[in-house]
């Protein structure tokens, strides 16, 4: 086990230089630590690479405008600041967080605009995210919680506050001995889980959810393309719970988690079938590529 994340070897960059990994400090009335004034990235690093790195950095630069916090760098400037920090850290299979937040500043009520924007970027190891569950598959509880309406917020940003349902659900997932939730959206339909996108399987055809409030994940869009290209049929609708029942497979889609398969969602249950095992070797060869 490495440890407690703020005490650990290595450097993090912060706003243009490499600073040691138990230094890397914000002050305590950092805007984004009260407000949630925050957006980020996660990524993924294979054999010294980036996986689609220059996408990850548009989507931030993206969230930044949804959330209105902007964020003094252009795409360039962040993929150098990748490259240096990943390179700093020695590790060719790595997992890669950048991350932009409203600090500390004139502003300590709700407004902000007064405060700079600041920017770090980590890079350390994180193996499988959902441990064996690609050989079994993952077994997930179905959350409470809801993903929200675009119209409370703007729901295709990468931003912090945005997953504090997700925790809750994760939660309440592992304390049934899940590994993740699935959650509906605020119209009931089913949406994601806490950190990934989802995908099913029914004779021949794969089905997924519609992305129109809840994040297009950019393995998810791999994904897609890799089933297009297989001339496999891809079905973006609306897809209700009690549908579950009728599907044959399930797998997950995220940079985190990659691919992995689906055993149980509730009470419904899935094989891990030929296709989530084909898709998720695919995707191991993709990325290595």
Known sequence: MAGAYDDRDGVIWMDGK????????????????HYGSSVFEGERAYNGKIF????????????????D?????????????KAEVLAASGLQDAYVRAVCWRASGEDMGVASARNPVKMAIAVWEWGAYYGDAKMKGAKLDIAKWKRPSPETIPCFAKAAGLYMICTMSKHAAEAKGCSDAMMLDYRGYVAEATG????????????????????????????????????IKVNVRHIMPD?????????????AAEVTPVGQIGNYTFEVGDLAREIAESYEQLVRA
């Open 18 to 33: 490499l600073v040691d990994w138990r230094d890397a400090k914000v002050h305590i009335l950092t805007h984004g630590l």
């Open 52 to 67: 689609k790195s220059r996408e990850h950095s548009e989507r931030l630069l993206k969230s930044g405008e949804y959330m």
């Open 69 to 81: 916090i902007p964020i003094p760098y252009t795409v360039d400037e962040i993929e150098a600041a």
């Open 196 to 231: 990934a996108n989802i995908f099913f399987v029914k004779d021949g055809e794969v089905h997924t959810p519609k992305p129109d409030c809840f994040l297009n994940g950019i393995t998810r869009q791999t994904v897609v393309g890799m089933l297009e290209d297989r001339d």
């Open 243 to 255: 549908e579950l029942d009728s599907f044959e497979q399930c797998w997950l889609t995220g940079t």
